[in-house]
């Protein structure tokens, strides 16, 4: 049986740098004005939709609706196209991690799920080579990371199991109820850990352990 693992994009699968600086510009125009970085740090949530929910409500004292959202996600989405054009800002995508994920897809069903909005995780996708048959969730309104893990799985029979690298990952992994595996040193705890620089085969190791000892 495919069993479904989900991975998390930035910082797990590679990066793309300045990210937080283009969310910021993109809201500018949307809004008129940028947000500042303090407003950004004062933020809460891990996703887009959580966001630009937190700094429309700052800025606007309301909550953020579907096409505000749309908005800034059109205008992220051009922003990022422009920056990382070919011949512009490489993005860097960690080939051993990559290439792992894409032999586990050969015999799982493979997530990325992502906090980024959906269009902005499509494009990022295109650029770090993802295979297109991959499935994909990014940020939904009224939707924390958590919840999105718990859309892609729903009704899929487990174990299952989150990749990341951030403790925002781990939280939502634990929140879900799932097995965590980390992607460098910024989570610390008794999961496995595995270097950005890993091997394909040191990941699809990893990944088949941690099933293992769950099933």
């Known amino acids: 049986m495919a069993v ?5 994009l930035d910082g797990t699968l590679g990066h793309f740098s300045s990210g937080f600086v283009i969310l910021r510009e993109a809201l ?13 740090k004062r933020c809460q949530g891990s996703t887009d939709w959580e966001i630009v929910d937190e700094l429309h ?36 995508g960690y080939a051993g991690v990559l290439e792992g994920m ?4 050969e015999r799982h069903r493979v997530w990325l799920v992502s906090g ?14 993802i295979d297109p048959a991959i499935h994909r969730l990014g940020s939904l309104p009224r939707h924390d ?13 487990g174990p299952h199991l989150y990749v ?22 910024m989570v610390p705890g008794d999961h496995v850990c595995l270097s950005p620089e890993s091997e394909a085969e040191h990941l699809v190791a990893a990944v ?7 099933s």
């Open 4 to 8: 479904p693992i989900c991975f998390d």
């Open 28 to 40: 500018g125009e949307v809004w008129g004005q940028a947000p500042t970085a303090e407003e950004l």
């Open 57 to 92: 409500r700052m800025r606007f004292g309301r909550g953020l609706d579907e096409t505000g959202y749309e908005a800034y996600e059109v205008a992220c989405v051009a922003r990022f196209r422009r920056v990382f054009a070919p011949g512009a800002q490489a993005a860097v």
């Open 102 to 105: 894409h032999r586990l897809a």
């Open 116 to 129: 980024n909005a959906p269009e902005l995780l499509a494009f990022k996708a295109e650029v770090l080579g």
């Open 145 to 157: 990371r958590a919840g999105l893990l718990k859309r892609a799985l729903h009704g899929c029979p």
């Open 164 to 185: 990341g690298d951030r403790p925002h990952d781990l939280a939502a992994a634990q929140a879900a109820g799932l097995p965590f595996i980390g992607i460098g040193d």
């Open 208 to 214: 088949e352990a941690t099933l293992g000892a769950g």
